[in-house]
């Protein structure tokens, strides 16, 4: 039987077959022998084949092979990977200037991932509503600085309503993963989108001015626009996970362009005489926040600096 993983609970999958049935699946023991290097070996998104025992337990027994996919670095097990969804035709960064901030640095380590595994993002900037005239310039400068990289970006409130309009015509008919902090809104956005869903949401930590979790695994969501949303635990940060030094360079769209003009063709960006990107960055061609971004994952050791808002 064939089928569509849209629900993982970490020791169960949902799987959604192809008549339409809703089955509880496990996998079978020694699937996990077979060189996946991640917690998850089966992930929601993923094309499935079933089987059901005699006792009728089913099993997923095949993956299909995935055009794409999102990961990031076990929180737990660092030299593993954490597959967060596969299949999907974009994702929303549901990112917040306050209430919680959301570092630049979370905001580029997510959108080099997403580049390295061949995933679109729209950036969605919520809680436009609470804002202060400061925070909405600052926030004014952050699409800016997106937009003109290459990237969509939507302002919205997911409270009030506002701009959520917007998102179900980028929604349509395509399955979109739904990522970000902890405490940026992606529940409240998703009860909006989807009537009924009633998503548990949970205030931000006023001590803190940090998110708190309230999904703890992930699903698929019907949109009534057409397509699907995949609602995710909220995460912390993403290393650079599979990824060599020389690699990185490539998943910043700007420093890549700027890049062809640097005198050696294996120039790392970080002290060669003539390259192109360091003097870019000075003349404030590419933005600083984006430079140090990359150096960040070039480096990838202290993982605490990309938990930290700046």
Known sequence: MKGLVIKNTGSWYTVLTDEGAVIDSKIKGNFRLKGIRSTNPVAVGDRVTILTNQEGTAFITHIDDRRNYIIRRSSNLSKQC????????????IVTVNYPETSTTFIDRFLATAEAYAVPVVMVFNKTDRLSP???HLQHMMVDLYEGIGYTCCEISATTG????????LLRDKITLFSGNSGVGKSTLLNRLIPGVQLRTAEISDAHNTGMHTT???EMLRLPCGGWAIDTPGVKGFGAYDMEPEEICSYFREIFKVSADCRFNNCTHTHEPDCAVIEAVKNHYIAESRYNSYLSMLEDKDESKYREAY
């Open 82 to 93: 954490h597959i967060i969804a596969a299949n999907v035709d974009q994702a929303f960064l």
């Open 134 to 136: 400061e925070e909405r």
């Open 162 to 169: 506002e701009g959520v309009d917007e998102l179900e015509e």
């Open 216 to 218: 703890t695994f992930s």
